[in-house]
């Protein structure tokens, strides 16, 4: 079992940065992925950027390259996954979720068995 916990969400203005992590607790083994995927009202959940945990092998939405970047702190007991955001943009807007799992597919959404609470992030024009 996963457990995660998100945090760093907050209100911005359009260009503004925001960082979000994701601390990963539990039992996972290797090839575990974590994604970050984000919701806004009315659409559906969308994979934002994702890596292995334990390092490795990132992806990103197309809507988000050279914007964001996926990074993690394994130096500690515990493994923190971030998310760095960048330009951000009025449709970046939504709540933004950390998942883990193993995923035959990075974006599908159903293939992750662990979610966090959750974490919004506006960003106004």
């Known amino acids: 079992q996963v457990q995660l916990v998100e945090s760093g969400g907050g209100s911005v203005q359009t260009g503004g940065s925001l960082r979000l992590s994701c601390e990963v607790s539990?039992?996972?083994?290797?090839?575990?992925?974590a994604a970050w995927f984000r919701q806004a009202p009315g659409k559906e959940r969308e994979g934002v950027a994702t890596?292995?945990?334990?390092?490795?092998?990132?992806?990103?939405a197309d809507t988000v390259k050279g914007r964001f970047t996926i990074s993690q702190d394994n130096a500690s007991a515990k493994i923190i996954v971030y998310l760095q955001m960048n330009s951000l943009k009025p449709e970046d807007t939504a709540m933004y979720y950390c998942a883990a799992g193993a995923p035959l597919r990075w974006r599908n959404w159903n293939d992750y068995k662990s979610w966090g609470q959750g974490t919004q992030v506006t960003v106004s024009s």
């Open positions: 890596m292995t945990i334990g390092g490795g092998s990132t992806a990103y």
């Open positions: 539990g039992s996972f083994y290797r090839g575990y992925r």
